[in-house]
């Protein structure tokens, strides 16, 4: 299957994509109000300062790392709002902001603001291309997280291509119907592995990421982590996130308790409105669902690719990249 650049057309006048218009690039990008040039305002966006980005491909493990930074006593922009004007920062993803760039113009001021804080400001988790990220971060910090890509090809099908739960998916129709999904989880994989899900190329994007970061950002920082080795062992990742943010004496037993999947998997957002993106943060946290749910044979057609870009699985699609 090769990239379909006419669906994805029809996904731009769906309102699901926009084209960059400084890249090219599809990139989803959605605002309920105040969504004119709000991808541009993304683009150019200053954050500059005292601040911590959390980036990854949907269902990598954002919230994940959102929750471990929170119960390191880090400030969350869900605490930013403007009283005067009603408006405050939702949980969704920095692309996802109802109030479209009035969400951008509250978050460079939070930046400006926080620039002197002792703990930093803990930005909305973003999936935007490293094309279409905020131009200005210096001083800034940036944990990646990736994970299995078919641990997330499984998990993105639950959460965007199914109508089960309407607390933890978030079902996309234009792209279900315009793909012709039909909620089948080995049709979305499919797509997914050969570029074709809204979100862009899986390896592409980590790629970007992973090569070309530090070329565009030179006075910011990255951190890398996995999903696996947060559920595997989530206190030496804890560890290593206090020593990227330079915090000191930090009890990473007791954040990592605090912070595991059982704990967090327990705790619901406060939504404000009924039209808020969703009240539940986590799915099921599973690194291997995909074992019961792919076709294995599916999966063994895209094994060298994954392989030749650092993410190594047999063939026969039964043994994880972990042991």
Known sequence: MTFQKDKFEKLVEYGVLEKSTSSGDYVHVHAEEHSEDFLDAMEKMNSSGNVVWIVGYPKTGSHFVQGILKNMGCKLSTDVKDEKEGIYIEWNPLENQRVGTKAIKLLENAAKTHEASDVPLIMPHSHLPLSSFPAKIDGNKVIFVDRDPRATASSAFHFFCEKKDDEDTVYIEPYVKTMEVNEDINKFTELFFTGNFYYGDYFEYNNQWKKNFEAKYQNAEILYLKFEDLKYNLPAQVSKI??????????????????SFKSMSKKKVKVERKEDFNSKLYRQGKSEAWK?????????????????????FYADGNLSLYP
């Open 242 to 259: 206090a020593d990227f943010l330079e915090f000191e004496n930090v009890n990473a037993d007791k954040i990592a308790e605090e912070s």
């Open 292 to 312: 019961s749910e792919i076709d294995p044979l599916l999966l063994s057609k895209f094994a060298l690719k994954s392989e030749k870009n650092g993410y190594p």
